[in-house]
């Protein structure tokens, strides 16, 4: 069945000397995987691997079978080329993290439409924006909305934050009641918007302890989940 539907690449690893797999989240079919055959060699071929790179909107003409472990491209060709993510180190890496985040949390071949959506504007948004040294920050807690765990607002009574239930209370009722910076921290991106986050001024240190609480509260709702390795280079600059 041919499919036309827009994606976002995720991760693209080389298989054999020529063929490259791409994992992408599909705005049709939600998370798919895609076998391009020779595409690493072939100088002729309408499909080229620079077109597969991280966090890329394409849009696409697909095969696809229910059931098939790998789908293939017909066309491709990239939706909205961007700016400023592929020159700038700092964009790129936020882009590497993102992507890889995305992966692990999306396992599922499940239509998401406003995933997809939400994910699209986010790229966009990045690949834009002038300030943007709090972006994944304020990602990595509205990403949660699509998961199913979004955290309940709280109010200032409830000054902690439990990571099991996923809300603020305010007592310490398990050992995953937090407060500290990080939870006044994690208030504050629940209520603003994209561009007020970006005017938070947080040190490297402050964005990093963010991160691992985030990165537990993601590891307590999500059983498969894992550390990002790209997170590495990502603290080295921000």
Known sequence: M???????????LRFGEADLIVRCFTEGKGS??????????????KLKSSLFQPLHI???VIQYKEGRKLSYFREAKIDFPYKSIPT????????LFLAELIGICIQEEEQNPSLYRFL?????????????????????????????FLP?????????????EGQFQ?????????????????????QENKETTQQLNLNQNRRQEFIQMML???????SSFRKPKSLEVLNQLF
Do not use: P, R, W
């Open 2 to 12: 041919l499919i036309k539907t827009k994606l976002i690449v995720l991760h693209s």
């Open 170 to 190: 305010a007592t310490e009722t398990n050992n995953y009641c937090l407060q500290n910076e990080n939870t006044k921290l994690l208030q504050q991106l629940l």
């Open 216 to 222: 537990l509260y993601y590891q307590l709702h999500l």
């Open 152 to 164: 309940h607002k709280g109010d200032d009574q409830q000054a902690y934050f439990n990571l099991e």
């Open 32 to 45: 798919l995987s895609f076998l391009l055959k020779g595409v690493l060699k072939s100088k002729k071929g």
């Open 58 to 60: 394409i849009d696409a």
């Open 88 to 95: 700038n180190i700092f964009k790129s890496s936020i882009a």
């Open 120 to 148: 699209e504007e986010q790229f966009i948004a990045l690949d834009q924006s002038e300030q943007f040294a709090n972006f994944h920050l304020k990602f990595m807690v509205d990403f949660t909305k699509y998961l199913g």
